[in-house]
């Protein structure tokens, strides 16, 4: 059974930093491509970014919207997705979804939510 | 950015019944390897986004074939038949054919 469980949420600060995390299990995590997709309340999904797998050289692609201020990255051998944010602004405040991606984000983990104030 | 236009916003259906969800995007989501990467999704109240159908027409592993998704192009359609209580939710369109990756509005799905 795929799993994906985020982690690493809360409340941060303006200009602040925060790392997700998302571990996965039921699925050779080493193979498929990777997305963190957020959700602010009441608002439609937004992707942010998507690391392909070692075959691919672990490329990435950003929305325009985060490049520059998130990272994201991935762990093989642990099995875990992460997320670097920085310079957190109170537009980043939603829930945080990592996804196993295979054309489109097929599975989605339940979310760790982020709360961007002062 | 490729901008997801779905309509209706919301919808009420009665038990048993049948309804259409519209999807259209700003520019032609065929790939360049000939996909077209559009995608369906439902957000059951409290729960993360589940895929229903990809590549257009193809149901998601365990989706029932209530759920059927046609179109082409920039027009795309996802029929639910014989609704059923566990069908209500925000449903959603994707494209994953452009970076980035986008979403429709959403559509709210209520049962009389």
């Known amino acids: 059974e795929v799993k994906l469980l985020e982690s690493g949420g809360g409340l941060v600060q303006p200009g602040g930093s925060l790392r997700l995390s998302c571990a996965a299990s039921g699925f050779t995590f080493a193979d498929f491509y990777m997305s963190w997709i957020r959700q602010s309340p009441g608002k439609a999904p937004e992707w942010l970014s998507f690391i392909r797998n070692k075959a691919n050289s672990y490329t990435t692609e950003y929305n325009p919207s985060v490049k520059g201020r998130f990272t994201i990255s991935r762990d093989d051998t642990q099995n875990v997705l992460y997320l670097q944010m920085n310079t957190l602004r109170a537009e980043d405040t939603a829930i945080y979804y990592c996804a196993k991606h295979r054309g489109v984000p097929d599975f989605w983990g339940p979310g760790t939510m982020v709360t961007v104030s002062s | 950015d490729v901008v997801m236009t779905q309509t209706p916003v919301s919808l009420s259906v009665s038990l048993g019944g049948q309804v259409s969800i519209s999807c259209r995007s700003s520019q032609s989501l065929v790939h360049n390897n000939g996909n077209t990467y559009l995608s369906w999704y439902l957000q059951k109240p409290g729960q993360s986004p589940q895929l229903l159908i990809y590549?257009?027409?193809n149901r998601f592993s365990g989706i029932s074939d209530r759920f059927s998704g046609s179109g082409s192009g920039t027009d795309f359609t996802l029929k639910i038949s014989r609704v059923e209580p566990d069908d209500l939710g925000v449903y959603y369109c994707g494209q994953g054919t452009q970076y980035p990756l986008t979403f429709g509005s959403g559509t709210k799905l209520e049962i009389k």
């Open positions: 590549k257009v027409s």
